[in-house]
């Protein structure tokens, strides 16, 4: 027995033949091997570009970019201006489409018509899907449609889920019905053929094949053309242009994801994500409401004036911006014409726009839907797109006009030059440097105080300002103000306009004449409005700024930021004496403003008008710039009019009235209150706008106790204003519905002879604040009072116009103020050697034979460069053409270039960036 098992034992080793078999067969393995590697090799080596686009090709789709969510912009209160909306890209598979079982009957894939069928359902053109993947059977990635919408995307896969779910109910309803005792053959029946027709109907949905869908987002803008200058707009590689949507660009991209994947030989996906990043969000200090009301008011604006004159909009532009003195929050920011956000493109918004020179200066040609049509390339179209993409509040450079008055005086009193308390001559003109610039009374003010050539806007007030300031403060005040810097607003395209300020190097005692009531220098209405409520608020000069917040994709603030401020332009004693002077240019009876204050309200401002190159053209920029309330300021606006289309283009009347209708329902809505009663017509008003008498928000209608600055009886204290005899002071009263406080009787004659001309409680002022501002602008005849006050109501009154004519030029004198409208006013010192013929109220001239191409010549009223002033203009002229100058310009053609002598106009071209 133990040698049977030894045997055994023996027999189950390798024998010598088995082992040298096995030898073979490792050493054919490691041949085999050895061949494939280098079988791999060579087709590595030789095709493996080939290869490698292939199995690319074939798992494209399974390795794909995943997309981020750009960051969405909201107001102040948290209204939506832009944001990104989900759509979807419908990718077409014609490999996996044709790689179904063959039907006989076709002779095509099983999953090909129900496929066709489906990108149908999506809006796809089926014939074209099906020419595209016989011709390209291979393909594994065809963008078939863009920008699919979520709720087509949701409905879509709806419709798959709904089949399948309706198999599966019929289904629980034949058994159910199969179940019972008594069954119904004909329910059963209808439940079968229900049965069958969704089951066909869910079969064609599980043969879809080869369609897919790729998430992507676009940019949406769901409130249209607001704020468009400020939003700018993004295209669909998430690159912003202009506005927002450029400054931020990189805050609001974020980062995409990536998923890596391949599939199984069951095609089983298998892969690895990598999350996209969303971009971050903006919380801006424009408030959408206050938005709405500026551009309600621009485009009533521009539907008024539109064609008016000439085919066209209501104006080149309309710029309109408030901001919040305190802090330098921008509370509103709008322009016309503006466009659509989610259509940019729209080349529609361009008829009405000044046609572009070859250099893109606007001209005085317009186009018309011909023009546009003719517009066939898109370079041409782009130039033009530009333009109206352009945001005119902080990209356009022009003359302020009367507006920079106020920085003049201001300049003055903080240089220590002037105390606030001179006097000045107005006798209709100066002759500086050899020129006779000329106010736009040309009769003459006579004696003003420093409030008063405010208020009145005097050109020679101001110029005699400027001569006590200096060419050296002059021009340091400038720079502290901010003009010709960028404020470094957070908005792309904000012009620089240091090129269009002169130096104090090469200031001549004429520029600075006429740089101190708004010429030849280059603003833009951002500058203005920062530097004005600098003016205003105490000397503080705040950075303007859009965006108060950066946020994270899911809320969690990302930075605060804050208030920037940049400087103290001037000091609270200068800024209170700025507030009394633009106080009068509204209230005194003289004021240039006076159709500004809204109801309720007592607000300061500056009236502007500035005439754009070349001079004598007769068009005009008009502007107003304003605060409220008068008694602490909260807010400014800054209203410019760039080439109205009416005639004549200089009345200021529309720029105050711009802010009067816009400041009428904003200081409500930010629940300022009123600082004066309301009139019955000014209760109307607000009735008819559906508005609140905020009157009651912090004011009684229970008037005041008033106090003369008299001490009749020299015990130190004034006395009370006793006009009925009481023995107590008496209440206010407003006996003529003015809204100003009168009842002041101190001789006890019965009539009041003290004013209380700031409401405040306390009688200043014994000269009558209503004296001579009777007349009436639409009559021919006034009363001897008026006559005696305002001699030009006596003059022919003009329907047409609402102007008087002066019966001496011809020219127009607006009713209000007797400014002498559209005139020449700066007139040289000689005669024409030769050749003029407009002798009467003409510029001097040096040019030998009466050249037409002598830029400094003026040959009338009409044509002498303009000095502007409010209602009327300012004007001003070189006398020698070959003075050397140094060139300025603005994209309004409003550009200037100053030489020793005088004022070289020139059509400059070139735009400071």
């Known amino acids: 027995m133990a040698d049977r098992r030894k045997r055994r034992t023996q027999s189950r080793g390798l024998t010598p033949g088995m082992q040298k078999k ?91 018509e129900p496929t066709l069928n489906a990108c149908e359902s999506l809006g796809i053109d089926k014939e074209k899907i099906r020419t595209y993947i016989t011709d390209n059977p291979d393909s594994r990635y065809y963008v078939a449609l863009k920008n699919l919408s979520y709720s087509q995307y949701t409905a879509y ?10 198999v599966k109910n019929i289904q629980a309803s034949l058994d159910e019905e199969n179940a019972k005792s008594n069954l119904d053959e004909n329910t059963v029946k209808q439940l079968e053929d229900q049965l069958a027709e969704a089951k066909k109907d869910n079969e064609e949905y599980q043969n879809i094949q080869g369609i897919w869908f790729e998430p992507a987002y676009i940019r949406s803008y769901p409130n249209g053309s607001l704020a468009c200058d400020v939003i700018g707009f993004a295209n669909d590689q998430n690159q912003g242009s202009f506005g927002l949507e450029e400054y931020y660009n990189d805050t609001l991209n974020g980062t995409p994801g990536r998923e890596y994947g391949y599939l199984s030989g069951q095609s089983t996906l298998q892969r690895t994500t990598i999350e996209a990043t969303d971009g971050n969000n903006l919380v801006l ?38 901001e919040d003195v305190t ?27 000044p046609k572009l ?27 033009y797109l530009n333009a109206l993409w352009t945001n005119f509040c902080i990209s ?36 500086v440097g050899g020129w006779d610039i000329y106010c736009h009374n040309r009769s003459g003010d006579g004696i003003l105080t420093d409030n008063e050539a405010i208020e009145r806007s005097c050109n020679v007030a101001l110029m005699q300002m400027a001569e006590q300031i200096g060419v050296e403060d002059f021009t340091k005040f400038q720079r502290i103000f901010g003009f010709g810097l960028r404020t470094n607003i957070d908005l792309a395209g904000e012009a620089r306009t240091d090129s269009m300020v002169i130096s104090a190097d090469d200031m001549s005692v004429s520029d600075l004449a006429t740089n101190s009531f708004g010429q030849n220098f280059d603003v833009t209405m951002i500058q203005m409005i920062s530097a004005f409520s600098s003016l205003i608020n105490g000397g503080y000069y705040w950075q303007p700024h859009l965006v108060s917040r950066i946020a994270s994709a899911s809320g969690a603030t990302v930075q605060n930021i804050e208030p920037r401020l940049v400087k103290q332009t001037v000091s609270e004693t200068t800024s209170e004496k700025i507030r009394e002077a633009t106080l009068q240019v509204v209230e005194g009876a003289n004021g240039t403003g006076k159709k500004a204050r809204p109801a309720g309200y007592r607000i300061g401002g500056k009236t502007g008008t500035a005439e754009t190159l070349p001079r004598g053209n007769n068009e005009y ?123 002041v009787d101190t001789d006890g004659d019965g009539k009041a002879d003290m004013w209380d001309t700031d409401n405040d409680g306390v009688a200043d002022s014994t000269t009558d604040p209503n004296a001579g501002s009777s007349g009436s602008e639409s009559s021919d005849t006034a009363s001897s009072g008026d006559t005696q006050d305002k001699p030009w109501l006596s003059y022919e009154y003009d329907e047409t116009t609402g102007y008087y004519i002066d019966p001496e030029t011809g020219g127009y004198i607006d009713p209000e103020t007797g400014y002498s409208v559209g005139s020449s006013l700066m007139q040289g010192s000689t005669a024409a050697s030769s050749g003029s013929s407009d002798s009467t109220d003409a510029a001097s001239t040096t040019a030998s034979s009466g050249s037409s191409d002598a830029a400094a010549a003026a040959s009338s009223g009409t044509s002498a460069a303009d000095a502007t002033a409010d209602t009327g203009t300012q004007q001003t002229q070189d006398a020698t053409a070959d003075t050397a100058a140094s060139s300025t310009a603005s994209s309004t053609g409003t550009g200037t270039s100053t030489s020793d002598t005088g004022v070289v106009v020139t059509d400059s071209t070139s735009a400071a960036q």
Not at 300 to 321: H, L, P, T
Not at 327 to 352: E, H, T
Not at 688 to 700: D, E, V
């Open 357 to 383: 020179d070859d250099k893109d200066n606007p001209t005085d040609e317009y186009m018309t839907q011909a023009d546009v049509d003719a517009l066939d390339t898109f370079e041409e179209q782009s130039r």
């Open 157 to 166: 896969q709806q419709a798959i889920t709904d089949a399948s779910d309706k």
């Open 22 to 112: 096995l030898v073979v067969l490792f050493i054919v393995v490691l041949l085999a091997f050895g061949f494939l590697i280098y079988r791999l090799y060579h087709i590595s080596r030789d095709n493996g570009a080939e290869y490698e686009k292939t199995v690319l090709s074939q798992q494209s789709y399974d390795s794909r970019e995943l997309p981020y969510k750009r960051g969405t912009i909201t107001d102040a209160k948290g209204t939506v201006l832009a944001t990104s909306e989900l759509v979807y890209n419908v990718i077409i598979d014609a490999y996996q489409m044709n790689s179904g079982t063959i039907d006989e009957t076709t002779g095509e894939s099983i999953y090909v």
């Open 621 to 743: 920029i008009v502007s107003f710039e304003a605060y409220a309330p008068y008694e602490d300021p909260k807010i400014a606006i800054y209203v410019v009019i760039d080439r109205m289309n009416d005639a004549p283009e200089d009345q200021t009347s529309d720029a105050c009235l711009l802010v009067r209708e816009i400041l009428t329902e904003v200081l409500p809505y930010l629940n300022i209150s009123m600082t004066v009663p309301l009139t019955s017509e000014e209760e109307a008003e607000l009735e008819a706008l559906n508005l609140q008498n905020t009157y009651a928000y912090g004011s009684s209608n229970t008037p005041i106790a008033i106090k003369n600055n008299f001490d009749s009886d020299g015990d130190g204290v004034n006395d009370a204003v006793d006009a009925n005899g009481d023995g107590a002071a008496d209440t206010a009263l407003d006996t003529n519905g003015d809204g100003v406080t009168d009842a």
């Open 327 to 353: 802090n330098g929050d921008i509370l509103a920011m709008a322009s016309y014409p503006n466009y659509d956000l989610s259509n940019p493109y729209d080349l529609s918004r361009i008829v009405g726009m």
């Open 285 to 322: 200090t424009l408030d959408a409401n206050i938005q709405s009301i500026c551009e309600k008011y621009l485009l009533q604006y521009n539907e008024e004036k539109q064609n008016k004159v000439r085919q066209g909009y209501g104006a080149n532009n309309v710029g309109v911006i408030i």
């Open 396 to 431: 356009t450079p022009y003359e302020p006009g009367s507006t920079a008055k106020p920085f003049t005086y201001a300049a003055g009193l903080e240089s220590g030059k002037m105390t606030g308390d001179e006097t000045y001559y107005c006798g209709g003109s100066l002759n």
